[in-house]
């Protein structure tokens, strides 16, 4: 062992000429040996104290005060997350649960072109049912004389908005004497006006247009209803057809009627007239009629495929956009459609919004964060519940969301509506929770300037829209998407959910309203806003009792643009004078003598053939006196009916 070790040491000639040259004796010129950190080289620069470093790099900012600088500086170094970031990935939960689909799918078809091919095959059997089961819902059984029933919108009326009809109601006759078989679809009982309606002295709004009812409120007999009322919400109130499947039944004009009885039945609260009106509806008893609303049998179905493909679906982009094109379609065809008269006409219009919506769908896969998402995600339940669930509650949001008192975000319908700011107040409160949990997750990434900077430019644009003269930005259910999806741009469970929900807004607000422009004139948001023209200023009216008749006078048109009046007498126009015409400075109204109800009078300018704004409603009592209108102007609109609403006047050829 000693020889070994001897070879070992005399192995190494590096060391031993060390060892030689340490044994020499120093010369004095050497220079002396000494650590190698006190060797000084001439080109090297002395170190900078970190604090200067860091001072150096803020140097253009010293006009801001240090503390200042240093709250940025720590809050810049914060954003960018740690050294080492964490990308979320879900595990699942019970992972021999979750990933049992996919394990029995790839036993059963290991082939690839096989699961292609099964897949190809699924998708025939969902659309070849789909339609059949559409189709059978179309069918509706044939009433007696009047034949097959007409499908009409939850928001259609005989009698058009407001002054809508003409003079003494002239382009909405006959009152009476005529009858159709009528089919709704389900869930109208739901269905507001979201702009004013005059009734008497009332306005009503959010809320049915149903004026009338059962005159006895201890049965359901012999209802009447003002002509304006919503058909199909007067015919679940009536007990005719039910808000859950919808139906079918026979409307008749029963001409003028008087005393309107507001009830509550059948989940929808009817509006009090204490006056007459010169058309009036009532309901067939007795009528045969087989239809049903084939809307929640198509839910049912849709629910079941797109859960099942989710389940045994590891592609994100199968999974993604095979579940975007069923859900439009399920609610473009059944759950929300858009007002339309016959299958073909809605498969036009949906199909003109289904190709640009694809494009979004792109765009929401490759670059919003949805293939970040979803790629690799094999927890199959937790994304069928949370994905897939949160994408059916947003694409149902004529039911999930329709508790929430706001119709539409703009300001005008926030200060009328009750309990909107509130609400408004409480998703501000949760969005604000949410946005402060993506943040710190996005942070653990280290992404999260970049998200910021992506929103600096959203915020950007959004104040640019604000300012541009002449145009009013208008929020819709697609633009929140597209603001909001790439937030959710992360593998975490909550993530999965807030996307799930957000496409279902985009896929709702598409197949239902389409892709309204984020930019309108006022014009487009007037509705039911009112003008800001001048009122009427009324002078005394003198009443003859013994005729029964009260004479109106006004002061001078308020300038040249106002060419006359117009004058509402229980919601129907009984008046249009023109100023410079004879007798155009007075209206007189003769009361008939059989009539022993209170009158009420609305009064408004007219520029060319325009209503503008109306005065609130005067009452002319039945004790023949005269109530003076309140202050302002009534909240109606007169004319040009705010088409979003899509209240439709009963079509001409269906009145028999």
Known sequence: MSTNQTESRSGSPDLEQQRQHSARPAHPDDPINGPEHLDFIEDDDPPTPRFMQEEGAWKRWKWVPYPVR????????????????????????????????????????????????????????????????????QVASEVGTYGTPTDIGCGTTYWSSNN??????????????????FRCPS??????????????????????????????PANEENPIYRGDSFICGSAIHSGIITNAQGGCGVVSLVGRQANFVGTDRHGIQSVGFDSYFPLSI?????????????????????????????LFTASSAVFFFTIFIGIFWQVGMASDPPSYTYIPSLFSDLL??????????????????????????????????????????????????????????????????????????????????????????????????????????????????????NLSLRIHHYVLALLLV???SMQTRPSLLYQGILIGFFINGIARWGFDSILQTSSDLQGDAQLGSPLPVLLAPV????????????????????????????????????FGDEDSDHFTWTRDNETDYNEYFRFGFMASTDSQDYTKAGIWTKELEWVDPQPGPSRIKARDLDRREEELQVPRSVWK
């Open 352 to 469: 003109g919004k289904f190709l640009p919506a694809m494009f979004c769908a792109w765009v929401f896969y490759d670059k919003m964060g949805a293939r970040r998402q979803l790629q690799g995600l094999t927890a199959q339940v937790e994304k069928t519940v949370l994905w897939l669930g949160g994408c059916w509650v947003g694409a149902l949001t004529n039911y999930t969301f329709d508790f929430i008192p706001i119709q539409r975000l703009t300001g005008h319908d926030l200060e009328q509506q009750p309990g909107a700011k509130a609400a408004l107040a409480i998703i501000i409160i949760v969005l604000f929770a949410v946005v402060v949990g993506q943040v710190w997750c996005f942070r653990q990434e280290g992404r999260l300037i970049r998200y910021l900077q992506l929103y600096a430019l959203f915020i950007l644009g959004i104040i640019i829209c604000l300012v541009l003269p």
């Open 486 to 488: 790439p937030g959710t």
């Open 164 to 181: 809508g009809c003409g003079l003494d109601g002239v382009d909405c006759r006959p009152f009476n004497g005529s009858a159709f078989a």
């Open 70 to 137: 240093k709250f940025a500086r720590n809050t810049v170094r914060w954003m960018q997350g740690p050294q080492s970031p964490k990308i979320w990935k879900i595990r699942p939960l019970f992972p021999v649960v979750q990933h049992a689909p996919l394990d029995v799918l790839n036993k059963l078809l290991p082939n690839r072109t096989h699961q292609i091919l099964l897949y190809m095959g699924y998708v025939a059997v969902w659309i070849v049912v789909f339609a059949i089961v559409l189709w059978r819902g």
């Open 543 to 578: 009443i003859n009792a013994t005729l029964s008749t009260i004479t109106f006078r006004w002061g001078a048109s308020p300038g040249i643009r106002y060419d006359g009046l117009s004058i509402l007498v229980n919601d129907v126009e009984r008046y249009r004078g023109y």
């Open 282 to 310: 009532t309901f067939e008893s007795g009528i045969e009629c087989q239809a049903r609303d084939a809307r929640w049998s198509l839910l049912a179905l849709s629910v079941v495929f797109t859960t099942v493909l989710s």
């Open 187 to 216: 869930n109208c009982a739901s269905y507001r006006a979201l702009n004013p309606r005059a009734v008497g002295d009332q306005e009503v709004i959010y809320a049915p247009l149903i004026v009338g009812g059962p005159p006895d």
